[in-house]
C-alpha cells in the first residue's frame, strides 16, 4: 500500500486579518504549518491553529518565514545563515511552547516564501537553518520544498527530510514551480488525477505536457486556494479508489 502525507500552510491570519480556511480544510489534511508570527500569524492565531489541529489529531510543524508582514514573507531580505538559523529557532520555539500547552510535539519544518528560496539558493543557509532546528529538537522532521533543498538536508548528520511535491500548482519541465500571485480555482478531479500519479508513479505532467519525476512523499495542498474543500474531497475519495494510505510525516520518514 502506498502511504503519503497532505500538508497544508496554516495559521496565516493576524489581528482582523483573514487567510486560508483553516477550520474547513484541518480534517482533510496529516500535517499542519503553521505559521511562526513573521511572515504571518500571531500568539492568538497560533494557539487558535494548534488547537485546531490537536482537536483533528493533525501533526503540527512550524512554517518559519522572514520578519516581513507588509510582504508577508515574500521579499527578499539580506540575511546572514546566522540570522537565518535564529529566526528558525525563535519561530520554533514559540510553536513548540503553544504545542506543548495542548499535549502536543512539533513534528516537522517547512520555511516559507522568500525564506525558502534563500535556502534553495544557498546551501550555507540551508544548512544553518537545519542545524539550528536540530538544537532545538533532533527528532524534527525537514519538509523539502525542492530537491536542491533536499539534497542538503540528506547530507545534514541526524536530520530526516521529506520531499513534497504540489498538485494545485503547475510545473515547469526543470521541476520548478509556477507560482501565480492569486489562486485560482483548480479542477477538482484534475488535481486529484496528480495526487494520484506522484502517490504511485512519482511522476506529475509538466505544463508542456512532458513527464516529471517528482518523488514525494507528502503533497502541499493549498488552504487559501478559493475551492481547497472541493479539491481535498475529490482526493479523499480516489485515496480510498487506490489504496492510499494516509499519514503524518512521522510515519513517514
Request: charged share 25%; hydrophobic share 40%.
Amino acid at each position: 500500500m502506498t502511504t503519503i502525507d497532505i500538508n497544508c500552510d496554516m495559521g496565516e491570519s493576524f489581528g482582523n486579518w483573514q487567510m486560508g480556511r483553516d477550520e474547513e480544510v484541518m480534517p482533510y489534511i496529516t500535517s499542519a504549518n503553521i505559521a511562526g508570527g513573521f511572515h504571518a500569524g500571531d500568539p492568538h492565531v497560533m494557539r487558535e491553529t494548534v488547537s485546531l489541529a490537536a482537536e483533528h489529531d493533525v501533526a503540527i510543524g512550524v512554517h518559519p518565514g522572514l520578519p516581513d508582514r507588509m510582504g508577508f514573507g515574500r521579499r527578499k531580505i539580506d540575511a546572514s545563515p546566522e540570522a537565518v538559523r535564529d529566526y528558525v529557532v525563535y519561530q520554533l520555539g514559540a510553536l513548540t511552547a503553544f504545542a506543548r500547552r495542548h499535549g502536543a510535539a512539533v513534528q516537522h519544518v517547512k520555511p516559507h516564501g522568500a525564506m525558502y528560496s534563500m535556502l534553495s539558493e544557498s546551501p550555507e543557509h540551508a544548512r544553518a537553518a537545519m542545524e539550528g532546528m536540530l538544537e532545538v529538537d533532533d527528532d524534527l522532521i525537514y519538509l523539502a520544498t525542492d530537491m536542491n533543498i533536499y539534497e542538503v538536508a540528506q547530507e545534514v548528520d541526524g536530520l530526516r527530510a521529506v520531499f513534497e511535491g504540489y498538485v494545485d500548482l503547475d510545473y515547469r519541465a526543470d521541476r520548478s514551480l509556477i507560482v501565480e500571485r492569486e489562486l485560482a480555482d483548480r479542477d477538482p478531479e484534475l488535481v486529484a488525477d496528480r495526487f494520484v500519479s506522484i502517490a504511485t508513479d512519482g511522476v506529475v505532467e509538466a505544463a508542456n505536457g512532458e513527464e516529471i519525476a517528482v518523488p514525494a512523499d507528502s503533497i502541499c495542498i493549498h488552504g487559501d486556494n478559493p475551492n481547497a474543500v472541493a479539491i481535498l474531497e475529490a482526493i479523499h475519495e480516489r485515496v480510498g479508489e487506490h489504496g492510499i494510505e494516509l499519514e503524518s510525516l512521522s510515519a513517514i520518514a
